[in-house]
Nanobody, 121 residues
Framework: QIQLVESGGGLVHAGESLRLSCAAS????????LGWFRQAPGKEREFVAQ????????NYTESVKGRFTISADVAKNTVTLQMNSLKPEDTAVYYC??????????????WGQGTQVTVSS
């Protein structure tokens, strides 16, 4: 019954900003990491950013470094993605996700429904 719900997507022009939010709906949860992924039309789902919930370390895909910032509020079971200097190539459906730790790394198993981000030129 646990759900992740994204919000904050929309239509913006290149160079503008958006802040995406994701919150648990229905019940609280505990995860090893929270992350953001995106999927553009005709492309596979792509990792965007991750924050661990132990050391709060972050990592980003190269194309968004310096522009996007991920943060989390564990007490509120929320994760946000501040997206600055948006580019048309950032256009995609953005998904938040929760991961559990495995011997080989984080495994994302719980996903939100996605929110559309469209960046026009």
């Amino acid at each position: 019954q646990i759900q992740l719900v994204e919000s904050g997507g929309g239509l913006v022009h290149a160079g503008e900003s958006l802040r995406l939010s994701c919150a648990a709906s229905g019940r609280t949860f505990s995860s090893a990491a929270l992350g953001w992924f995106r999927q553009a039309p005709g492309k596979e789902r792509e990792f965007v950013a991750q924050i661990t919930l132990r050391a709060y370390s972050t990592n980003y895909t190269e194309s968004v470094k310096g522009r996007f910032t991920i943060s989390a509020d564990v007490a509120k079971n929320t994760v946000t993605l501040q997206m600055n200097s948006l580019k048309p190539e950032d256009t995609a459906v953005y998904y938040c996700a929760a991961a559990r730790a495995t011997l080989t790394g984080m495994r994302y198993e719980l996903w939100g429904q996605g929110t559309q981000v469209t960046v026009s030129s």
